[in-house]
Structure formats: C-alpha cells, structure tokens
C-alpha cells in the first residue's frame, strides 16, 4: 500500500533553521492530512492538519502546506529545536473512509 | 488531559496462542482504531470501529483477528493464533468526531516466540 509516502527516511538540520519534510501521496479521494509525531516508545502525537479547501495551515512553529495538483503536503518546523527529533509520519484520510493511512515516516535529528 | 491507554505495554506470547490487547479510549470520542507497526515499518491501518460495529478494516485484519467494545470504557484487539509475524507494535486510537485527528495510545509491544 503506497498511497502515502515519505521518500525521505532521514534528515538532519541545525538548531533553528528550518527543517522541511515532504510527503506524497496517490489517491486523489483523499481530502483531509495529518502529520503526526512519533517518540520512541510512543505512540504517535498529531501534530497539525490540513483539508483539501485549504493550501497552507499554520500553528506556531508549525505550518503545513499543501499542493493539490501536485499531491503533495509538506510540513515546515521553523526554528527547528532539538526536542522536535523524531520521526515525523504524515498521514492522510478521505471524507466517508474511516481509516487513515500513513506514510513511512521521515526521522528528523535537529543538531544543537 | 485526556487520553488513550493501553494494556499491558509488552506482552510475549507462543505462537499459537491467543493474546488480547487492552484499550481504553478517551471517553467522549467516537470512533476507534487498531493500528500495528513492525519494526522498522509503517505505521499500518488494521480496523475501525463506531457505533458498534466495524467499519472498516484492511487486508492484514483476516479472520485471525477480532475487535470488541464489552463495555462502555474498554476497546479489545483479539488475535486468535498468533503468528510470528504478527510480532509488532500495536496502537489503538480514538477520534471524537468524524474528519478529525485520531489520538493514539502508547502502544503494545507484542512478541510472539
């Protein structure tokens, strides 16, 4: 099942600059995007949503951007922090389908 | 704040042997999950559960596998004989509302031996 992916396993930024993590996704149905934090030994944390009304949603250091024609979301930590390593999973879901599916994470290592 | 638990954090079990795994959603949510991740893997969608009844599942949730709401707080994922490769992390998630985040749990680390 590859309708949502991550083509990049791991990046490494510096401590406030921005990191930029990209995501892909196959199954034009879907209308609603997750990015979702994942901790070792935990479960993931959401992060930040988008649906498909909207290009750009913005929280704090956090924006997510979408481009539909594209199929693509990205999701933008600005400054980077060392406590944001983790591995970041996006995530997408279509109105009327219950169920979500998730790419295959990207691990991000924010370097003091 | 609220949030989703799960029992018990590890659990080892034989292959063969059945293995229920323990939720308990948050309280005013809706809609509830199972999801598993082998190591090294996705996180993968196994089943959703509302009103009841499932909802949907995936290709990896066969007949080898069962959900259960007994009772107005718990969320059960059963495995009936258990695999080798059913060895994973298993989260459960509840959402409040339709077209919302799902909040997950910690996880249940399952080894089968």
């Known amino acids: 099942d590859q309708q949502v992916k991550q083509n990049s396993p791991s990046l490494s930024v510096q401590e406030g600059r921005i990191s930029i993590l990209n995501c892909d996704y196959t199954?034009?149905?879907?209308?609603?995007f997750l990015w979702y934090k994942k901790y070792p030994a935990e479960g993931p944390t959401f992060l930040i949503s988008i649906s498909s009304i909207k290009d750009k949603n913005e929280d704090g250091r956090f924006t997510v951007f979408l481009n539909k024609s594209a199929k693509h979301l990205s999701l933008h930590i600005v400054p980077s922090q060392p406590g944001d390593s983790a591995v970041y999973f996006c995530?997408?879901?279509?109105?009327?389908?219950?169920?979500?599916?998730f790419g295959a994470g990207t691990r991000l290592t924010v370097k003091p | 704040e609220p949030e989703v638990t799960q029992t018990p954090s590890h659990q080892v079990t034989q292959m063969g042997q059945e293995v229920i795994l323990r939720c308990v959603p948050i309280?005013?949510?809706?809609?509830f999950y199972w999801y598993r991740q082998i190591l090294g893997q996705k996180v993968e969608f196994l089943v959703s559960?509302?009103?009841?009844?499932?909802?949907?599942k995936s290709e990896i949730f066969d007949d080898q596998f069962s959900v259960e709401r007994p009772d107005g707080s718990n969320f059960t994922l059963k495995i009936r004989s258990t695999k080798l490769e059913d060895s994973a992390m298993y989260f459960c998630a509840s959402m409040r509302v339709s077209y919302n985040e799902q909040f997950f749990g910690p996880g249940t680390r399952l080894t089968v031996l």
């Open positions: 995530a997408a879901s279509a109105r009327g389908n219950n169920d979500m599916r």
């Open positions: 559960f509302y009103n009841n009844e499932i909802s949907e």
């Open positions: 309280s005013n949510h809706l809609y």
């Open positions: 199954n034009s149905m879907f209308d609603y």
